[in-house]
Structures are given as structure tokens and as C-alpha cells.
């Protein structure tokens, strides 16, 4: 069965952090794909606030 897992931090070392820990119980060969995002929001000159997303696809 094909499934998903999402992940989504404020700082990319957070997001490195929850990412390991859950492909660490994994099989490599069982890994489909992985999407990775960045979004900002805010003004260049202002303060930004940064979303890291990420998503697993993966067989069970």
C-alpha cells in the first residue's frame, strides 16, 4: 500500500531532524519519492518567516 508522510518546521534543521528519525526505521527500497518545499512570507526588507516542507512517499 503506497502511503504519504508530511512534514512541515520552521527551521530546515528541524525538518533534516524529523526526517531522519522516520526514514531511520525504513527500508530503503520501500521509498518512493521524496518533494521538498521552502515558502517565505514576508518582505525583503522585514522580517521573513520561512515554512520547510516535506513529503515522503513511501510503500508500507
Known sequence: MVQVKLFDC??????????????????????????????AIGEAEADQVYCFSAMVLYVK
Open 10 to 39: 520552521e527551521h530546515e534543521q528541524d525538518l533534516e531532524e524529523n526526517m531522519n528519525e522516520f526514514l531511520s526505521d525504513m527500508e530503503d527500497r520501500n521509498i518512493i519519492d521524496v518533494k521538498y518545499h521552502v515558502a
